[in-house]
């Protein structure tokens, strides 16, 4: 059964609207922890839209479970993850203008830049993680590149619109699993996932871990924090 790594960024993203102090998303960490999460995922974006770095800082003190921290493979970013040293980093695309994050990284025509910074990750005993679309060249990539695991985007699956398209999307993403693990990589999956849709990538053989945010925070508004991580919990072990 894969761990469900729950993303908090969007408690954040409440918060800033206002550029207040609630809610607080090292709060949102500690009730997904009580609701069964196994890691915390946030994204430090180089504009800074939700999560601060003061809320990174403080999360190393606090988290119990695996910490990952999303990030863009810029200098910046690899300075503070070099300080905070998070238990996983997930190198991620970046663009000012997206409203999320819209696509994997190309591995493949970023190799140096993406090899550098696992590099510099990894002697400081970082686990490294790249966000990638499911495409073996890519996935053959990152195995150059050295990282121990990829989250596969699932994006375009969670986006389909017809159970079709939903399933030619399912199967592109259970050969590029059985491609991860022939390459000795970790298989992780996140990206768009949600209640109604997250069971069948669960079941996916190998997966060990997913990465879910804007669902589980939209539940959280109704239910709590708690109790939507309970729930997305139930779905991703069946």
């Known amino acids: 059964m894969p761990g469900l790594g729950v993303n908090i960024d969007h408690v954040a993203t409440v918060r800033q609207a206002r550029l207040t102090f609630e809610p607080d998303p090292v709060w949102a960490a500690v009730l997904a922890e009580l609701g069964g999460a196994d890691g915390i995922t946030l994204h430090l974006r180089e504009d800074r839209r939700h999560i601060q770095d003061h809320d990174l800082y403080t999360m190393k003190k606090t988290v119990q479970v695996k910490l990952n921290l999303e990030m863009a493979a810029e200098e910046e970013m690899t300075q503070i993850a070099l300080e905070v040293r998070p238990d996983q980093v997930s190198l991620v695309p970046e663009k000012r ?142």
């Not at 986006?159 to 993403?173: K, R, V, W």
């Not at 970790?186 to 945010?213: F, Q």
Request: charged share 20%.
């Open 97 to 238: 203008e997206e409203l999320t994050t819209e696509g994997g990284v190309d591995v493949i025509a970023n190799a140096e830049r993406v090899s550098q910074c696992v590099h510099r990750l990894q002697q400081a005993g970082i686990e490294v993680s790249l966000f990638i679309d499911p495409d073996p060249a890519q996935i053959a990539a990152s195995k150059k590149a050295g990282v121990h695991a990829v989250e596969l985007h699932t994006g375009r699956y969670a986006d389909a619109t017809s159970a079709g398209e939903q399933q030619q999307e399912l199967d592109i993403l259970q050969k590029a699993s059985a491609f991860t693990i022939e390459q000795g990589l970790k298989l992780h999956m996140g990206h768009g996932l949600t209640y109604r849709n997250v069971t069948p990538v669960a079941a996916i053989p190998h997966v060990s871990e997913l990465n879910i945010g804007h669902s589980i925070i939209s539940r959280a508004v109704l239910v709590g924090m708690e109790q939507a991580v309970r729930e997305m919990k139930a779905l991703v072990n069946v």
